[in-house]
């Protein structure tokens, strides 16, 4: 399991930081969505949510994930593209 904090900064916003990265390739057809974590938390991180709902913790200067964010950039920009 990864684990996730989730932060007060001065403003009162939530932060999500990430302490350890899940390194096992998974399939992107697995994610849903990713989200990039807060410049001010320790170490970067792409946070993937897979279709059951659970949170992955990765680094974001693995292959994989950096092949997950293209896949998912590239189907959010298909299905955001006006119809003809």
């Known amino acids: 399991m ?3 904090s989730s932060l007060s900064e001065a403003l009162n916003t939530p932060r ?3 302490y350890k990265y899940f390194h096992n390739p998974i399939s992107w057809r697995r994610v849903v969505k990713y989200e990039y974590t807060s410049s001010g938390c ?3 991180a792409v946070i993937f949510t897979t279709i059951k709902g659970k949170t992955l913790c ?3 200067d693995e292959k994989w ?3 997950i964010v ?3 950039s ?3 920009a298909v ?3 006006p119809l003809a």
């Open 58 to 60: 990765t680094n974001p």
């Open 2 to 4: 990864i684990l996730l």
């Open 65 to 67: 994930v950096q092949d």
């Open 70 to 72: 293209t896949q998912l």
């Open 74 to 76: 590239a189907r959010e």
């Open 42 to 44: 320790s170490q970067p």
């Open 79 to 81: 299905s955001k593209a």
């Open 16 to 18: 999500v930081c990430c």
